[in-house]
């Protein structure tokens, strides 16, 4: 008799069904790492959008507005401290990073700032980073009326 050596269909059924969980459970940690990632993206550029900031705090006279225009641009006008380059593009990369557009919430005074980005790992936080020096996660974003992370 004349046998062939060679695996069966089921045995290449299981190893088929083996590597497709491994396969499975492997791409959802990749997306879990992908949020962290990102999360960890928001919360760099907000530190460094704080850091520049307090640069432009000193070189202008201890204030966080020049000139009367508050430190959170309108939309109507291109001025503000957060306008300015650094700040700007510290901003838009959070807001990239959020995966929400303009998801970045900025409120000031001529004293006081703060700006709150959403995370991607929970839709229901926001990081926060205000003139103080606070630098934390939150469940809701600043707004006009209270200009400290809560």
Do not use: H
Not at 16 to 44: E, M
Not at 46 to 55: D, I, K, P, Q
Not at 76 to 89: H, Q, R
């Amino acid at each position: 008799m004349n046998y062939r050596r060679g695996f069966t269909l089921i045995e290449l059924l299981v190893v088929i069904a083996i590597i497709g969980i491994l396969s499975a459970i492997v791409l959802a940690s990749l997306n879990t790492a992908r949020g962290k990632a990102q999360d960890s993206a928001i919360k760099a550029n907000l530190s460094g959008m704080r850091a520049a900031a307090e640069l432009y705090y000193d070189s202008n006279g201890q204030s966080y507005s020049a000139f009367g225009v508050a430190a959170c641009p309108a939309a109507s006008t291109a001025t503000g401290m957060f306008y300015t380059s650094p700040i700007a593009n510290a901003t838009a990369a959070a807001n990239t990073a959020s995966g929400v557009g303009s998801g970045a919430v900025c409120q000031s005074s001529t004293s006081a700032w703060a700006v709150s980005s959403p995370l991607r790992t929970t839709t229901t936080s926001y990081w926060c980073v205000d003139s103080t020096g606070k630098s934390q996660q939150q469940s809701l974003p600043v707004s006009s009326t209270n200009l400290q992370c809560l």
